[in-house]
């Protein structure tokens, strides 16, 4: 199925750990149902999806299909902004009528926006060139 999906397109999926406008349990659901492999380093491995090492380039069928972890990160922000913040307490739901607390104060975090910028730049000029894009890790999460 997930090979099907991915088909004759190339795919990078960035996943910010943690992400609070995205949960990572959708991006996860969509990464397997599109048959991508996950970047190697990354911080955690969610169940059935297979891993590649970096770089990574025509891994899936002859097409470069790859989720990447980028944590500490805030959504959208790690393009955009040196530093983002987050307003939820980590590993939600939580349980209890609460399942989303704020914290009492925004937590601010560092966002790699150079280090996705400069995977991203890889990937658009290797596939410029003619070539199966190329996904190089250029931050472990953690």
Do not use: C
């Amino acid at each position: 199925v997930g090979e099907q999906l991915l088909g004759e397109r190339h795919v990078l999926a960035i996943e910010v750990l943690g992400d609070e406008a995205i949960h990572n349990l959708a991006t996860d659901s969509l990464a397997r149902a599109m048959g991508l492999e996950l970047l190697v380093p990354y911080a955690r491995l969610p169940d059935d999806l297979v891993t590649v090492d970096s770089p990574a380039s025509a891994n899936v069928d002859g097409q470069t299909g790859v989720i990447v972890q980028y944590g500490p990160a805030t959504h959208g922000e790690n393009w955009s902004s040196e530093s983002g913040e987050q307003l939820y307490e980590p590993g939600f739901p939580h349980e209890g009528l609460d399942a989303f607390p704020k914290l009492e104060t925004p937590r601010v975090v560092d966002n790699p926006i150079y280090e996705t910028l400069e995977q991203v730049i890889e990937v658009l000029s290797t596939y410029q060139s003619g070539q199966a894009p190329s996904v190089r890790s250029t931050l472990a999460p953690h």
